[in-house]
Structure formats: C-alpha cells, structure tokens
Nanobody, 115 residues
Framework: QVQLVESGGGLVQAGGSLNLSCAASTRSFSHYHMGWFRQAPEKEREFVAHITRASSTYYAESVRGRFTVSRDNAKRMVYLQMNILKPEDTAVYYC?????????WGQGTQVTVSS
C-alpha cells in the first residue's frame, strides 16, 4: 500500500503561480510512474501531467507550456509547478502513483484561481 499526501494548494489570482507537492510513503518510489489529475466541481477527473520512472514527461494540452511536473526520488516527492494560472484551472488536484498495474491516489489539494 502506498500513501500519497498532496500539499501546496490555495487561492491565487489569475496569472499567478503555485507549486504542488506530493509525498509518497513507499521506499520503492523510484519504480513508480507518477501523475497529476484534477477534478473541478461537477466534472470528471481529468489527466493533467505524468512523469515516468525514467523522468519522461507528458501533459494535457490545456496545461502544456504552463505546468511542469518533476520528481525527486531521494525525497520520494513529485511536484507540479503551475504558472500563468487561469480560472479554469480551479479544481482539486490529485497525485497518482502507478506501478505493476496498481494505482494509488492521494486525498487531493484544492486550487482556486480567481479572475
């Protein structure tokens, strides 16, 4: 079982930045592919960004060029740097860990972008 704890959410004005963090409990962290997803009110959870265990990165079209995902295996952390935030980025952001066909989720952190 992997526990994931997100932090760094908050209220920010449009055009601002936030840096989300996700701490993982597993000592096998380097084996995991890690992702960020988000869910806005009354909407489906959607993919935001993904970083493989080899540190290849992938982004949703809506955030490419504004968001950057990174990881620190020694600290068992994954990050999501979010720049040029827009009101439509408002959502609960979730961290995901994937390895060997198993998914784990964090509890989420709220990001609110005011116009």
């Amino acid at each position: 079982q992997v526990q994931l704890v997100e932090s760094g959410g908050g209220l920010v004005q449009a055009g601002g930045s936030l840096n989300l963090s996700c701490a993982a409990s597993t000592r096998s962290f380097s084996h995991y592919h890690m992702g960020w997803f988000r869910q806005a009110p009354e909407k489906e959870r959607e993919f935001v960004a993904h970083i493989t265990r080899a540190s290849s990165t992938y982004y949703a079209e809506s955030v490419r060029g504004r968001f950057t995902v990174s990881r620190d295996n020694a600290k068992r952390m994954v990050y999501l740097q979010m720049n040029i935030l827009k009101p439509e980025d408002t959502a609960v952001y979730y961290c995901q860990a994937l390895w060997n066909g198993k998914y784990y989720w964090g509890q989420g952190t709220q990001v609110t972008v005011s116009s």
